[in-house]
């Protein structure tokens, strides 16, 4: 939670950005709004604080218009150290409940049935021929190849 340090009641207006300026007090500036020219307006004092600032807090302009800080947030690192000094607790094993044995169902195997042999011929499946070695031919330079040198390449594979 924030605590107040000094009481300023700045009143607020639109378009304007409140904060506590390196030297206490307070000031605005004016915010830049659709992305045009920037202002030329240089950052105003509103209020005289003289607040002093300590390291590890955010200062900054509540909505009663009064100097507020609060604890920031430690970086990573810090959080380990401090996680590192504490003393580490015991963690008791808790012993899982044991668990119920089910007793499992004796599957029943099933007499095979031999069917009766009906009227059909068996038919044997034929072997598979070997696959023939595909021969790589060289075509010769130059030479365009037409119906009756493929019809004669046709007749002499046979």
Known sequence: MATKVARTGVRREKGWLYYLDKKGNVSRAKMARGGGKPSRIKPQMVAKAGVEREQGFLYFIDK?????????????????????????????????????????????????????????KTTRKKAAKPARKKTARKKAAGRKTTRKTTRKRASSRR
């Open 64 to 120: 009663d218009g009064d100097v507020a800080r609060t604890k920031m947030a430690q970086a990573g690192s810090r959080r380990r150290k401090a996680a590192r000094k504490a003393p580490a607790r015991r963690k008791t094993a808790r012993k899982a409940p044991a668990r119920k044995k089910t007793a499992r169902k004796k599957t029943t195997r099933k007499k095979a049935t031999r069917k009766k042999a009906t009227g059909r």
